[in-house]
């Protein structure tokens, strides 16, 4: 049907298809050599090895710029000596592609050779807005290859490098790229094997970028004041909206570094600080933060998971909070034992004079 004349078929999503293997994958292909109308091609969970997924690579290639193909999804199971189907993604890439969007991820971890295999075509791709490599395992040598295959990229609006082992000297490699990446938007660092340094390197990209507005360091060891450098960067004119922080080993301090930026200016949407080892003084630097900018803080959503605080804490954040008109969700469970229903429903109690925020205890 792909190869027929005429065909108008522009998205094909074989998501969680496991009866799609190789022999599909490389009918498909032959296909696609032909085809010009398919702008969307999904291969997420699939039965597929590297095999058929060069062969997917090698048409791609074959096509170069006459390819329509924009939104490109490969989620494969890639043998460690299977670094075809990358090599022959990057060559599509000097082709012409023009992709827009492209995830690639694995369930074995990517050789350095492999990963720079990929990355070295992504500098041929300046179409590129959305890039997600979660879970391809790279290390820090496979960051210094994404640098290079990012820094021209002005346009990336994504990027996606989730659950990769670049550490802090990966990060500080990607630094300089992301900086020059003006309309970046998204960044997702989690569990990347970060370290209280790499608040550090960011800081500078949160100080100075007008476009990022999410930034997820979520599951990295930060450490007790790991936050306080990218709280100290966040000001009024900060672009950044969503920030999730949460089981970064964060202790109170960071929480009230967190309190002090919004009480200087900075109007976060979302503020995740879930599993933050909290004390009273610091629930009472964030309780006084939420009060003093009131209707002024767009807040919509504030989790406080799982950080060790107190009915009588609770109850002053909840109440801090509920003066926030633009709230929506407040995430608190996790703060009192099970047993300890009578404090729950006083707590509901406080928030029902706001039976729109949705609130878990």
């Keep these: 049907m792909l190869s027929a004349e005429g065909c108008a078929l522009t998205r094909l999503d074989l998501t969680d298809n496991f009866r799609v293997g190789d022999e599909v994958l490389e009918s498909l292909a032959a296909a696609l050599r032909q085809n010009q109308s398919l702008s969307d091609l999904q291969f997420n969970s699939c039965n597929v090895s590297a095999k058929g997924a060069a062969a997917l690579a090698e048409a791609l290639q074959h096509s170069g710029a006459r390819s329509g193909i924009r939104h490109l999804v490969l989620f494969i199971n890639i043998p460690v000596e299977g670094a075809a189907p990358l090599a022959a993604l990057a060559e599509a890439m000097r082709s012409g592609l023009a992709l827009r969007h492209l995830q690639v991820g694995s369930n074995a971890p990517l050789t350095d050779a492999e990963f720079a295999a990929l990355a070295a075509g992504l500098s041929h791709c300046p179409t590129l807005r959305h890039l997600s490599l979660q879970g391809c395992r790279f290390s820090e040598t496979g960051a210094v290859a994404l640098a290079a295959g990012i820094s021209a990229h002005h346009s990336l609006t994504e990027l996606n490098v989730r659950g990769n082992s670049i550490g802090d000297a990966g990060l500080a490699a990607l630094a ?66 969503r920030l999730h922080v ?53 807040l919509e959503m504030l989790w406080l998971a799982t950080c060790q605080l107190q009915p009588e804490q609770l109850e002053l954040l909840i109440r801090a909070a509920l003066l926030v008109p633009a709230l929506r969700s407040l995430y608190m469970h996790g703060n009192l034992r099970f047993a300890d229903e009578l404090n729950k429903a006083a707590l509901r109690a406080v928030c029902g004079v706001r039976p729109n925020v949705h609130l878990m205890l």
């Design 176 to 241: 300089p790229a992301l900086q020059s990446c003006g309309q970046l938007r998204s960044l997702d660092l989690g569990y990347c094997s970060l370290a209280a340094l790499a608040a550090t390197t960011l800081a500078p990209l949160l100080q100075s970028s007008r476009s990022l507005t999410t930034l997820r360091l979520d599951g990295n060891s930060l450490g007790a004041g790991g936050a306080v450098a990218l709280a100290d960067a966040l000001h009024s004119e900060s672009a950044l909206q």
């Design 246 to 298: 949460n089981q970064c080993g964060l202790h109170s301090a960071d929480a009230a570094a967190l309190a002090r930026a919004i009480g200087r200016g900075w109007s976060p949407l979302l503020l995740d600080l879930s599993r933050c080892d909290m004390d009273a003084q610091s629930a009472e630097s964030l309780a006084a933060a939420l009060g003093q900018r009131g209707r002024s803080l767009p």
